[in-house]
Structures are given as C-alpha cells and as structure tokens.
C-alpha cells in the first residue's frame, strides 16, 4: 500500500511543480494533450477494459460534452465552469439511452453497433444547422475570466491553467478507476468481462451493471471532451465525433493494457510522444 | 412517382457496389471470424490503381477491373499470410487493433505517396445517361452494376460448383470439421483474404469514375460495408448482396425526399434498428 501510494504520489507532486521549471509553451502543450489521452483512455478503460465491453463510439460523449459547453456558452451565454457539468449530465443521459437500447448485443454486433450510433450523432451534429452551425463549427469567442468572489483566478491567456486543470482531470480519471475497481461494481464488470453467462447466472443484473459502468465512463469522456474543446477553441463534428477519436481512446488503453488502472496511462505517454516527437 | 422509381433504381445501382464491398467483408468474416476493418481502405488502394491506369495507360476505369481484382488479391493474400494469421486465436480486440492499424497504415501511405488532393477520374460518359422513358439512369453507374452482377454471379458460382469453393464454404461453416476432412485450413484462409481484397478492389475500380478519390475515402465504405453485412446477417453472401441493394436504395430515396444531408443518417438507423429488432440480419442465423 505504503509503495503504491509512493508510486503515484512522486510524479504527481512533481507534475505538480513542474511548470515552475519548464515554461516553454510548447513543452506544456505536450502534457496538455498526454492529460487528455490519459483521461479519455481511462474514461474508456471503465466499460471497455473492466467490463469488456469494446465501445468504438465513445467519440459521442467526447462530442457531446465539447458541443454541449460550447452551445451553452455561445447560445446562453452560460460560462464553461457551469456548461461543462450541464454537457457532461447530457452525455450521461444520453449514455443511459445508448446503453439501454445496445447491452443487448454482445462481441463484434455491439463493437458495430456502438460505431453506428456515434455516427448517427455525428451526422445530426453536422446537419442540424440552427443548433450546431454545421460543418462550419464553432468558435469559442472570448472565454469569460474565471474569478472567485472578486479575485481573478485566471483569463486563459496562458497554458498553465489548462495544464492543472488537464492534470487534475486526469488524476480525477485515474481516481474513478481506482474506485471502480475496488468496489462492488468493479468485481461485476470484471465477472462480466470473463464470463457474461456464468455472471448472470450468479445473480449480477447485466444491464444494470453495464448501464452504469456506461455512464460514468461517458460523464468522464464527456468531462475530458469538453474540456479538449476549450483548450483547442474550436469544434467542429468531425474533429469531435469523428471515428479516429473513438479509436484513439481504444488504442491508448488497449497499447498499455485494458483493465488495468495503470494501463491508459502508459498507453497515453506511449501514444502522445509518439505522435509528437 | 417518377422520382420515386428513379431514386430505386439508381439506389439499385450503387447498391451493388455496397454488396460487392460487404460480400468481401462477409467472406473474410466467415472463413476466419475476423472483422476486416480495413476494408475500406483495400476499396481505397483499387481506387487509386484504377485512377493511375487511367492516367498513365488511358485505360477504361471499368476495364481495369481486370487488372485491380488480381492485384488487390495479391496485397490480401500477402496480408493475410504476413498479418492476419498470426491473430487468427488471438482475442478479438487485438483482431480489431490489427486490422484498424493495417487500414491506418493504407491510408496515411496513401497520403505520403499520392499527397491528400481530391483527384477526379472522368471519362468521355462520365455525366451521360441513358432514358428509359421519364426515368435517366447515370451511365457510369449502369455500367458499374453490370459488371457488379457478373463478378457476383461468378463468384456464386465459384463457392457453389467448384471443389474450391466447397472447401471454402466448409472452412466457414466449421473450421476443425473442415481440416478433419482433408481441407487446408490456413490456405482457406488466405484464399478468402485474397478475395475479400479482390471484391473490394473491383469495387474501388467500378466508384472510381463516380467518387472523388482522396486518402480518407476508405472509412465511409468500411463502415457501410458493415451495416450492408449485418443488415444481412454476417457470414451470409445472398445476405451481403440483399443488404447492398437494400442499403443502396434507403440512401438514394431518403436523399431524394430529405435532402442528401440526412442520408447517411437514415442508413444508420435503419441500421441499428435491424441490429435491435433482428440482430443476426435479415438472412442471417444466429449467432448470438
């Protein structure tokens, strides 16, 4: 216990003060984006690694969670801090849904089922004009500074307060994951992932479980697609809820080892200074 | 009501393509249980053949059919013996992770090779067509469904007359069976990989006077390559050619009648649906 704690306590007090050394924007870009591989292939590893079931359409909660903030922003005038949570709600009702209607299938239908309703979403997001603005996109214009009572905290001119809000989201992700491996729904979803009809057969509700594993897996991807969106400021469908993305979470958990908490995040490093270098 | 038989018809016509691309899918799905996500990608790499035979040879786009189908065959068998078969007991996901990278590496070596322009391939009838009284049919894509329906029937007749494809349809029904009898199992496979990448390469030559050709092309007929297999149950051929046409007609009437904008969106669903309500397809059995 002692050496896990040790194990991830070290480098994250050291990512912690790491801007204090590297100031170049480059650098602090390059976590940025390791953050958000880390968060979504986490995101992913919840229904994907420990239930086993191999969602190829989480690109639909990316994108409903950068849309959503983005609309409410531009639309209502709601400030990203608040729209966020407001985006991720939506992605997990829409997750419920999806879930509901595709646990039905199992293996290669679900895979395929799961790539169609992220299209579907997809093609109404670069359709429906009025909400969305096509596949022109969106462009987030002057971010409201966030403050707290009168104090300014930050006017998102610089990196560093998306480098700890990247890295708090994806410790907050590996955090999930922590929990949902040592709890009750863990050992389910892990039984589920070995064997679905001796599960079943031991009493485990499969919908149910997989329904939840679903919609915390899509509120985290939701989180982390919102929050990519800010980052970049611009979203259109395609970028967001395009097929590569779905299949970048896959390959960031599946590269450092599905099921494992550990295992999104080499995979993230993997990936990252791969594409990067 | 003339717009209406218009929109089957040439929904037919493209939806022959869509089978020709689903029953290479299909093939390789049965012979070996793998999900061919590079499919795509393989209708790619015929595209851009049949463009350059165009370009360098002058050769007719539907004539260099000959050329693509064995060429492609040879890229599958060279895959499969390279590729495939290493994952063939390996778990689905690494399966998936496979062939998902082997179209990644396609089209991005496309991309090095051949830059991301749109190139367009037009012919002398390009954007002619033939009357059949109030209705025109596209030239091009009458042509492309002619020589669809013979590379279908022969295929047909292929799997069902000759010793080979016996042993081909034997392999898929049940693999140890079939190497208990006597047939080659391994060689099965590279057979129906080669072919699957034949049918798709064909399928490339045959859009390539009609589609812009670029990259990335690959993706959108992977994937309707998958609701053209499923919508007719995975493993079956006959299912494969009725979902094709089937698929192909859903998108030509929903554009006629919702603007062409919505109609990806209506193959999905119509997708999901027969997912949900009939999952092993509409000709398929259950596999579940």
Known sequence: MKATLLAWGLPLVALLFLPLWITSPYALH???????????????NVIGGFAGQYSVGHAAFYGLGAYGAFILLQDRHVAPWFGVWVAVAIAAAVALAIGSITFRLRGPYFVLASIAVAEIIRLAALNWKDLTNGAEGILASDLPPLQLGNRLITDWNSKIPYYYMGLAMAVFSIGVNFAVKKTKLGYYLQAIREDQD????????????????????????AL??????FYIGFIEPQQVFGLDVSVQMVLVAIIGGIGTVSGPLIGGVVLVLLSES | MAVLI?????????GGVYA????????????????????????MVGMYVTFFLFKGFGMDPFLSVVLTMPALFLLGALLQRTL???????????????TIGIGLVLSNLAMMLFTSDYRILSTSYSSSSVALGSIRLSTPLLYCFLITAVITAALYWFLVKTDVGHAVRATAQDRDAAQLMGVNVRNMGVLAFG?????????????APTYYIYPQVGGAFTLKAFVVVVLGGMGSIVGATLGGVLIGTAESVSASYLGSGW??????????????????????????
């Not at chain 1, 953050?35 to 992913?44: C, H, L, N, R, Y």
């Not at chain 2, 218009?6 to 493209?14: A, F, K, M, R």
């Not at chain 2, 699957?196 to 064909?202: F, I």
Request: charged content about 10%; hydrophobic content about 60%; some cysteine.
């Open chain 2, 195 to 207: 072919m699957g990448a034949a049918l798709a390469g064909a399928a490339g030559a045959l859009v």
């Open chain 1, 30 to 44: 390059i976590f940025i984006l390791l953050f958000i591989a880390i968060a979504t292939g986490e995101s992913w």
């Open chain 2, 84 to 98: 495939i078969n290493k994952v063939l007991d390996a778990l689905p996901q690494n399966q998936i992770l496979l």
């Open chain 1, 198 to 221: 001796a599960a079943h057969s031991l009493g485990i509700p499969l919908t149910v479980t997989k329904n939840i594993a679903l919609v915390i897996s899509a509120a985290c991807t």
């Open chain 1, 224 to 229: 982390a697609g919102s929050f990519a969106a």
């Open chain 2, 20 to 43: 020709l691309i689903g029953i290479g899918l299909t093939l390789i799905f049965g012979v070996m249980r793998v999900i061919n996500f590079a499919q795509g990608e393989l209708v």
């Open chain 2, 6 to 14: 218009q929109s089957i018809l040439s929904g037919v016509l493209i």
């Open chain 2, 263 to 288: 109609k990806d969106l209506c193959v999905y669903a119509i997708f999901l649906l027969v997912l949900l309500l009939k999952p092993s397809g509409l000709l398929g059995k259950s596999r579940m």
